[in-house]
């Protein structure tokens, strides 16, 4: 009897290993046993926090030999920022470079030019604020990248807005000096093969007085009728007879200069007209106080008179100067 149970315990128990059986003594019989539902739950809950626990370890160990998924992403883009602000830091450097060359050619070349002063090292790089102007920067950690970027960007708008309005000043200096430069007696008042008489001298005896004087023009020794022509643009603000200068036409050319073309057979403009270098005033004659026919042309700057061959050479032949007058004249239509 002992035996046969022994055989028919093993049995069941290899068929049924999942399960637990106990035997009962009262008839000799195995029964599974039933485990109430408390203890399945706390046997579930274990088995959970045991999984779970054996999750976490391996996702950990996982991570620290290899990384996790998201992290690698992070790290990537980390790495993509840090390269596009070594690009940017190499742009900004360029740009603070330019920014040098500029300045370096507004303070050696265009200012000394056109007689302006140079702008100070200290306005071109003062500073841009305290520490709390960069308050949200801080904290990161790339923190001194972004700060040192910042600062640098601030330092290039700046230096490029202090630049941008000195090159402004220069475009109307220029074009101040351009017009300037049109409206200067800067040309022969005649033809340049025309000899020169009596310069801006003292005369020990007029050829007409007989009296010691200034001679304060030049002479140009003109056959009767030759075209005279303006040196300058400006108004013109006499035209008529002028005493000893006989016919006289005076330009007011501005910046303090007047031009004066005495002793004309005939004046070809009126008073208050707006004359373009190049432009036709009259004909020489020997109208005034004169000797024989001539052009009186003369030059004063605020009341000063100058020596009018300071203002023209006589280097080009007759035909280069009839074609500068021509072309002066083009212009002045044009306009």
């Avoid at 028919?8 to 019989?29: E, G, T």
């Avoid at 507004?106 to 071109?124: C, F, H, K, Q, T």
């Avoid at 700046?158 to 049109?182: D, G, P, V, Y």
């Avoid at 050319?253 to 208050?272: C, D, F, M, N, P």
Wanted: proline share 4%; glycine share 8%; with cysteine.
């Amino acid at each position: 009897m002992f035996r046969f149970a022994t055989l028919s315990i093993q049995k069941p128990r290899q068929l049924m290993f999942s399960r637990k059986y106990f035997l009962d003594p009262s008839d000799l019989q195995y029964k599974r046993v039933k485990v109430p539902w408390k203890g399945k739950l706390l046997r579930f809950t274990i088995f959970m926090i045991v999984a779970v626990a054996i999750t976490i370890l391996y996702t950990s160990l996982f991570n620290r030999m290899f990384g996790s998924p998201k992290e690698k992403t992070l790290n990537q883009e980390i790495e993509s920022l840090k390269l596009k602000y070594s690009i940017l830091e190499r742009s900004i450097d360029n740009a603070l470079r330019s920014l040098d060359d500029l300045e370096l050619s507004d303070g050696n070349r265009y200012r000394p030019v056109l007689e302006m002063d140079s702008i100070p090292a200290s306005i071109r790089k003062m500073g841009t604020g305290g520490v709390s102007r960069y308050e949200e920067l801080e904290g990161f950690f790339n923190t001194p990248l972004l700060l040192g970027s910042r600062r640098k960007v601030d330092e290039i708008k700046n230096r490029a807005t202090i630049q941008l309005e000195s090159f402004r000043a220069i475009e109307e200096q220029k074009n101040e000096w351009k017009r300037q430069m049109e409206y200067l007696p800067m040309i022969s008042p005649v033809n340049v093969i025309y000899r020169l008489g009596d310069g801006l001298k003292f005369r020990e005896k007029h050829p007409v007085l007989g009296t010691p004087q200034w001679h304060h023009g030049q002479d140009f020794s003109t056959p009767h009728g030759t075209k005279v022509y303006a040196t300058g643009s400006g108004t013109v603000i006499d035209a008529g007879w002028n005493g000893g200068f006989g016919n006289c036409v005076v330009v007011d050319h501005g910046y303090g200069y007047r031009t004066t073309y005495g002793h004309l057979s005939a004046i070809k403009v009126t008073e208050g007209l707006n004359v373009k270098r190049g432009d036709l005033l009259g004909l020489s004659g020997s109208t005034g106080t004169s000797s024989g026919p001539h052009l009186h042309y003369q030059i004063d700057l605020f009341g000063q008179h100058k020596n009018p061959l300071y203002y023209f050479n006589n280097d080009l032949t007759e035909d280069e100067y009839f074609d500068m007058i021509q072309t002066l004249t083009a212009h002045s239509r044009l306009r």
